[in-house]
């Protein structure tokens, strides 16, 4: 079986990784060149079955290496006293196999465990035809070539969805808000700590990157109504964020004022992909491309690595009827998944003057608690009900007694 997956992010290596472990040849093609997979993109997290994911495939070791280890947050808000919080103590309520990582780093770390997955870097799909005993894929600049499915991994502007679903303003859901991250020099030396600065509708995060010597700011912003702009625009979705904060005050002028040098400038909608299936045929989608829950807000990574594999053992037990096996199973994780960034936006952006006291109070008082009182109070909420909404499949008969725990290393 040949499989042709769109998108080299997070999604996209975990699904060839374990394809590959099953003996199933992979191709992945990527828009942007290899040389920018580096230290680029926001901090996630990886958690829950993700994390099991992870050590699975033998990875966990280098990625705990590569974590932020960002120790500390300090948030503050006008007229409120700084609220400290030990972020050691607040993951261990979550999970205890929780990292924080920035996407850059992951997407290294995974994509290097994929030999002998070929590459197209540079590259993007034009036009699929599926005859229901294939899919013959168009390219850019490549040949044009037959494989026995096609999944998009894409993110949430997803090229393959697009292509053999329909356009994404069908099936997005705007929650109301906007995220922007770029890297500028380290100049308030934070170290361990991230430091984040609340208001209501808004809010501004700063954090050093170890690994580069900078730092990362972040911007999230609440709009009633959704802003017109090309999201390949760097320039204009710059000038958008610029005139939204440009009175906010505290540290923000001097955050501002690095924006236009910034090159790995990040902007994009907090939104939802709501399609209610993510197969059509023999194509298929995973990760963002099908479900997004919505950027920094929902647990969109660790639900991409979940998912992807899951889909990779269906299509090892099932073929292309994997597709269908591979929905049933992961229904219940994605629709749980759904309803984490609704609520995370609502206290992380607060809508009015409550909202606003009470992250400082909650995220200063839970991890004082005992652990396993933590962990009762987040099973009741949205985040621990998707983590534990369903059991990770086992596939390990389907592997082969040679087949290495890391084939790419």
Same mark, same amino acid.
């Given at each position: 079986?040949?499989?042709?997956?769109?998108?080299?992010?997070?999604?996209?290596?975990?699904?060839?990784?374990?394809?590959?472990?099953?003996?199933?040849?992979?191709?992945?093609?990527?828009?942007?060149?290899?040389?920018?997979?580096?230290?680029?993109?926001?901090?996630?997290?990886?958690? !829950?079955?993700?994390?099991?994911?992870?050590?699975?495939?033998?990875?966990? #070791?280098?990625?705990?290496?590569?974590?932020?280890?960002?120790?500390?947050?300090?948030?503050?808000?006008?007229?409120?006293?700084?609220?400290?919080?030990?972020?050691?103590?607040?993951?261990?309520?979550?999970?205890?196999?929780?990292?924080?990582?920035?996407?850059?780093?992951?997407?290294?770390?995974?994509?290097?465990?994929?030999?002998?997955?070929?590459?197209?870097?540079?590259?993007?799909?034009?036009?699929?035809?599926?005859?229901?005993?294939?899919?013959?894929?168009?390219?850019?600049?490549?040949?044009?070539?037959?494989?026995?499915?096609?999944? !998009?991994?894409?993110?949430?502007?997803?090229?393959?969805?697009?292509?053999?679903?329909?356009?994404?303003?069908?099936?997005?859901?705007?929650?109301? !808000?906007?995220?922007?991250?770029?890297?500028?020099?380290?100049?308030?030396?934070?170290?361990?700590?991230?430091?984040?600065?609340?208001?209501?509708?808004?809010?501004?995060?700063?954090?050093?990157?170890?690994?580069?010597?900078?730092?990362?700011?972040?911007?999230?912003?609440?709009?009633?109504?959704?802003?017109?702009?090309?999201?390949?625009?760097?320039?204009?979705?710059?000038?958008?964020?610029?005139?939204?904060?440009?009175?906010?005050?505290?540290?923000?002028?001097?955050?501002?004022?690095?924006?236009?040098?910034?090159?790995?400038?990040?902007?994009?909608?907090?939104?939802?992909?709501?399609?209610?299936?993510?197969?059509?045929?023999?194509?298929?989608?995973?990760?963002?491309?099908?479900?997004?829950?919505?950027?920094?807000?929902?647990?969109?990574?660790?639900?991409?690595?979940?998912?992807?594999?899951?889909?990779?053992?269906?299509?090892?037990?099932?073929?292309?009827?994997?597709?269908?096996?591979?929905?049933?199973?992961?229904?219940?994780?994605?629709?749980?998944?759904?309803?984490?960034?609704?609520?995370?936006?609502?206290?992380?952006?607060?809508?009015?003057?409550?909202?606003?006291?009470?992250?400082?109070?909650?995220?200063?008082?839970?991890?004082?608690?005992?652990?396993?009182?933590?962990?009762?109070?987040?099973?009741?909420?949205?985040?621990?009900?998707?983590? !534990?909404?369903?059991?990770?499949? #086992?596939?390990?008969?389907?592997?082969?007694?040679?087949?290495?725990?890391?084939?790419?290393?």
């Amino acid at each position: 079986m040949k499989v042709l997956i769109s998108g080299a992010s997070v999604a996209g290596p975990v699904l060839a990784y374990w394809l590959n472990r099953y003996g199933v040849e992979t191709t992945v093609v990527e828009r942007t060149p290899a040389l920018r997979h580096g230290l680029g993109g926001h901090a996630v997290d990886l958690f !829950g079955h993700a994390s099991d994911v992870v050590q699975k495939m033998g990875l966990w #070791d280098e990625v705990t290496a590569a974590r932020t280890m960002i120790d500390e947050l300090t948030i503050e808000r006008a007229g409120g006293r700084p609220v400290h919080v030990d972020l050691g103590r607040l993951y261990a309520g979550i999970s205890d196999q929780h990292v924080e990582i920035l996407r850059g780093e992951l997407t290294r770390i995974l994509s290097a465990a994929t030999t002998p997955t070929e590459y197209l870097f540079g590259d993007s799909i034009t036009a699929l035809t599926d005859d229901g005993a294939g899919v013959d894929v168009t390219f850019e600049r490549n040949a044009p070539r037959r494989f026995d499915l096609v999944i !998009g991994a894409d993110g949430m502007h997803s090229n393959v969805r697009r292509l053999a679903f329909g356009p994404e303003e069908s099936v997005r859901r705007h929650l109301g !808000g906007y995220l922007a991250v770029y890297s500028m020099p380290d100049v308030f030396a934070l170290g361990s700590s991230m430091l984040i600065h609340q208001s209501v509708g808004r809010l501004v995060g700063l954090y050093s990157v170890r690994q580069t010597g900078q730092a990362r700011a972040m911007f999230m912003v609440r709009t009633e109504a959704e802003l017109e702009y090309d999201y390949r625009d760097k320039d204009q979705q710059k000038a958008l964020l610029a005139t939204e904060f440009r009175d906010y005050g505290w540290r923000v002028p001097q955050l501002l004022e690095q924006l236009e040098a910034a090159g790995d400038f990040y902007f994009d909608a907090i939104a939802q992909i709501t399609l209610d299936t993510w197969q059509r045929g023999r194509i298929g989608l995973v990760g963002d491309a099908g479900y997004c829950p919505a950027p920094a807000v929902g647990g969109g990574t660790s639900l991409a690595v979940a998912t992807a594999y899951i889909l990779a053992g269906e299509l090892a037990t099932h073929g292309p009827a994997g597709l269908r096996t591979y929905e049933a199973e992961v229904r219940q994780m994605v629709d749980r998944s759904r309803k984490i960034g609704p609520k995370v936006m609502g206290s992380i952006i607060p809508r009015g003057p409550a909202t606003l006291r009470l992250l400082p109070w909650a995220a200063s008082v839970v991890p004082k608690l005992p652990t396993p009182i933590q962990r009762f109070i987040w099973s009741q909420n949205a985040v621990g009900k998707a983590l !534990g909404s369903t059991a990770l499949p #086992d596939y390990s008969a389907l592997l082969s007694p040679r087949s290495p725990a890391n084939p790419g290393r």
